[in-house]
């Protein structure tokens, strides 16, 4: 079995969960209602914003706000999503049905994380939909558009990447939705000890998600911020497939 046949196979098992549909219904849904009410408010301060020099645009109190929000509900969902990859096909024995077909363990986690991430991708490409839309009368400002959007796509393969590593990690799906929730958590508030004690910069303060995803929703895209998120899935991913590397051992 190829790599893109574990990826069909995910898609085709998320395709048919009800909790995916569930999942895309609601956050939708509530990301709809709250860029309708972003785009109210924006409409209804225009005229006092157009008195001042160098006011936020549609961009910055409509747009990246959405963006942002889809990067709260992230925090829930993908667990949700992924909890099931690995952790639920141990529980059930298809994991190692899955293993005793010669697949390499690298082959069965990219396989299934690309599938997350497509799923993923659609979910953002609905969001973005909205702000396109009405942003293309000229009103929205496209390139800090674009950071924001690639950082928002960066944050999800890191969550996505962190809840395959909880799934494998364990054989029971609501502990690897806990443990990718906890970490995830973790990575987010991790600098806020530091700055309660005065301290400011440092390691805790590289270490922090929100450190590397603010700068990219403000329109500022560095390679450090981009790197720290790709080592994070880079490490996720890597553990997840060492993990099945050893059950295979145990064997």
Request: glycine share 8%.
């Amino acid at each position: 079995m190829s790599l893109a046949a574990v990826t069909r196979l995910e898609l085709r098992r998320l395709a048919v969960r009800p909790l995916a549909w569930a999942l895309a219904a609601l956050t939708i849904a509530w990301l709809a209602w709250t860029f309708v009410l972003g785009l109210g408010q924006f409409l209804g301060a225009q005229v006092k914003l157009a008195a001042v020099a160098d006011a936020p645009g549609f961009t910055d109190l409509v747009a990246i706000p959405l963006l942002a929000e889809l990067i709260k509900l992230s925090f829930l969902v993908v667990p949700l999503m992924t909890m099931s990859l690995l952790a639920g096909e141990r529980r059930t024995g298809t994991l190692a049905l899955l293993a005793s077909t010669g697949l390499a363990p690298w082959r069965i986690v990219i396989g299934k994380y690309l599938a997350v991430l497509a799923w993923l991708g659609l979910w953002l490409l609905a969001t973005l939909a909205m702000p396109l839309i009405v942003g293309t009368g000229g009103t929205a400002d496209w390139g800090k558009l674009a950071a924001a959007t690639l950082g928002t796509a960066l944050a999800l393969a890191t969550l996505a990447a962190i809840g395959v590593a909880c799934s494998a990690a364990t054989a029971f799906p609501a502990i690897a939705a806990a443990m990718a929730l906890i970490i995830t958590l973790a990575l987010w508030t991790i600098d806020r000890g530091a700055q309660a004690a005065g301290v400011s910069g440092g390691f805790l303060d590289w270490m922090a998600m929100a450190t590397h995803l603010q700068n990219l929703l403000r329109g500022l895209v560095t390679s450090v911020d981009v790197v720290w998120f790709l080592l994070i899935t880079a490490l996720a991913l890597i553990l997840a497939i060492r993990r099945l590397g050893a059950d295979r051992e145990r064997q």
